[in-house]
């Protein structure tokens, strides 16, 4: 293969992205480029493969590219582990307030002992409620369950029976999961149907004491509805690995807030699983251009 890349760590310039994707066959992308039908256009016939490096989609004219009968490649389960682990990891931070508690030390505000200084809210007897029961909820829901946690809840399009046997979650609509839940873990999928799902409707519904986690998507939640919900005590507490823009700029509201923890977008940030993420979408790319079943396809 001849192979033209754009040698950064930043994301491709829309202008260079443009260019460079003319008269192509094959393109790998990441999930900071959006691949619309002005890059389809730009590209031209020729294009036949598209392969992203990562499990979302969201970034991909999916209707424009099936019309084309353009092939997409992408990387689920290779970073399943990893992300649960952050996810795990986020909920942690925000339940027992560790960004909050190391600020203390730093600043002198460590002065003594105190009987509720600091105090957070704790996995054991909780209920956890688990939006999206794919992979990674299922990964998040495995390794939680060792924390002694009392009972899981998951939402999602339909019952999973298989998937939720090992937890013996249940099935429940997302407005029970947000009354129920003391902890509520938000991992599917970015479409139509949950854009903006996590809105203020579900934020007032949530217990005071409950930790809201988000590693899916940043546009699953109304931001600013969740900083309403955080500045006035109607939830505890929350974790973000995910925001809309990313990143997020350093004067937005939820940055002030102490109850709420945000990442930048690492839940798959192992070197393990970034390197195989990277061979498994230059194999569904060269794949796709030999004309052979892709590794992991995404069947449009």
């Known amino acids: 293969c001849r192979v033209q890349q754009w040698d950064s760590e930043e994301p491709v310039p829309r202008a260079e992205l443009l260019a460079g994707v003319a008269g192509k066959r094959g393109l790998l992308c990441l999930l900071s480029d959006r691949i619309d039908r002005e890059v389809l256009d730009a590209a031209g016939p ?8 990562s499990v979302g989609f969201d970034h991909l004219a999916l209707e424009e590219i099936k019309k084309r009968g353009i092939r997409v490649g992408y990387t689920p389960d290779v970073l399943t582990d990893a992300t649960a682990e952050l996810s795990v990891a986020l909920l942690l931070a925000a339940c027992r307030r560790l960004p909050e508690a190391v600020e203390q030390v730093k600043n002198g505000g460590w002065t003594t002992w105190k009987p509720l200084w600091m105090c957070g809210y704790g996995l054991s007897g909780s209920t956890v409620g688990i939006i999206g029961l794919g992979r990674i909820g ?3 829901a495995h390794r939680l369950k060792p924390f002694g946690v009392k009972k899981f809840l998951y939402t999602g399009n339909r019952p999973k029976p298989e998937s939720a046997a090992e937890f013996e ?8 999961l947000a009354e129920e839940s003391d902890f509520v873990v938000v991992t599917c999928a970015l479409t139509p149907a949950t854009q903006g799902m996590c809105n203020k409707d579900f934020f007032s519904r949530m217990k005071k004491t409950s ?10 939640v109304n931001q600013e509805d969740l900083y309403d919900a955080l500045a006035h005590g109607q939830i505890a507490a929350a974790g973000l690995d995910v925001t809309t ?27 393990a699983t970034r390197s195989t993420m990277a061979v498994l979408a230059a194999n569904n790319l060269l794949a796709g251009l030999r004309g052979e079943p892709m590794p992991h396809e995404l069947l449009l």
């Open 46 to 53: 020729g294009l036949k493969v598209i392969s992203t490096m």
């Open 169 to 176: 979650a249940e099935f429940v609509s997302l407005t029970r």
């Open 138 to 140: 299922q990964a998040v």
């Open 211 to 220: 930790v809201f986690v988000n590693t899916s998507r940043g546009d699953v």
């Open 245 to 271: 823009p990313e990143p997020l700029p350093t004067d937005h509201p939820l940055l002030s807030l102490k109850n709420c923890v945000i990442l930048p977008h690492v839940g798959s940030a192992t070197y």
